[in-house]
């Protein structure tokens, strides 16, 4: 049975995978900025999909310390397990 990380990986891939350019790999180790070539827009349009998906709320704080994909997985997975 797969983790909760590992669910919430999953889960974020999938709602990533309209905003990343075609044929890209994403990856754990995949950055938003660089690797996926997010600008700030697309970042805020994905951070308002993970919260409605996840029913969370994700500090904007938090953004600067989100590299990559497991950055984004670990903050998400810390803001669902203090609710």
């Known amino acids: ?3 909760a990380e ?3 990986l999953q889960d974020v891939i999938e709602i990533l ?3 990343a350019p075609e044929n890209i790999e994403i990856t754990p180790q995949s ?3 660089k690797d996926l ?3 700030s827009v697309k ?3 994905l951070m308002m999909n993970l919260e409605d998906h996840f029913d969370i709320s994700i500090p904007l704080n938090v953004l600067p310390e989100v590299n990559d994909i497991q950055d ?3 903050e998400i997975d ?3 397990g203090s609710v």
Do not use: A
Request: no cysteine.
């Open 1 to 3: 049975m797969p983790s």
């Open 6 to 8: 590992d669910k919430t």
């Open 17 to 19: 995978s309209p905003f």
């Open 31 to 33: 950055t938003l900025m």
């Open 37 to 39: 070539e997010l600008d």
């Open 43 to 45: 970042v805020m349009e």
């Open 72 to 74: 984004l997985v670990t």
């Open 78 to 80: 810390k803001i669902i």
